[in-house]
């Protein structure tokens, strides 16, 4: 069985929307999305960059159906359903990176974050060129892999993997049973695999992760 060794100089984890609006009982919840809890908690000790992605929309976000949108509405800011999971080991994330932020833009891929809180439309453009992105995180602590795991296969965890491989030109790793898919078409986290695969994302199982 094929394994890759964490390098805890050079490999970070990135967990993408592991909200509770996504995971069962969630407004869009992703079937299975609470499974991948355990795996993602018993990564984080192995690496010493963890960072999260979240949806963190305000209530008139464009990707609302209420909005004209495709999605119901989910993790409107300061609500429980955009907060990280219960159960995840929040003490292991070092910054949480905010995207979808302004209501006429939907982001999926972590790269187009920002860390910290309270981020609306009155912050000004200055403020906001001034923030952190998750590409300029990763390369101020000089990470040239990413481990990937979250929600979900065929939305965000694509969009951030392809986002690592072409924009951040980092090595992708996407931990397996540690994503789950919405499947709005059954084959959708399929062909999503298929894709990140195709633009150099390599599949590995958690339990294949050697650590030091």
């Known amino acids: 069985m094929r394994k890759i060794r964490i390098n805890r100089e050079t490999d970070a984890l990135v967990i993408v929307d592991l909200q509770n609006d996504f995971c069962p009982g969630g407004s869009l919840a992703v079937p299975g999305g609470d499974e991948i809890v355990p795996v993602v908690n018993s990564l984080m000790p192995f690496f010493e960059i963890v960072v999260a992605t979240r949806d963190w929309h305000p209530e008139n976000h464009c990707s ?26 929040r003490a292991y994330i070092l910054h949480i990176f905010s995207k979808g932020y302004h209501h006429y ?27 952190r992105t998750l590409g300029r995180y990763l390369k101020g602590w000089g990470i040239r892999r990413i ?32 994503i789950r898919a919405v499947n709005v078409n059954p084959d959708d986290g399929e062909k999503a695999i298929r894709g990140m695969k195709r633009f150099g994302a390599k ?10």
């Open 203 to 212: 599949f590995i199982e958690s339990s294949s992760l050697v650590h030091s």
């Open 105 to 131: 833009r939907d982001d999926y891929s972590g790269f187009v974050g920002i860390s910290g809180d309270g981020w609306d439309e009155r912050l000004s453009p200055d403020y906001l060129a001034k923030c």
């Open 147 to 178: 481990f990937v795991v979250g929600l979900a296969t065929d939305y965000c965890v694509k969009a951030t993997v392809l986002d690592g491989l072409t924009l951040g030109g980092l090595e992708v790793v996407v931990v397996s049973d540690g």
């Open 64 to 89: 609302f159906k209420e909005n004209g949108g495709a999605w119901p509405m989910h993790c409107v800011w300061y609500t429980p359903g955009a907060a990280l999971h219960q159960d995840l080991q």
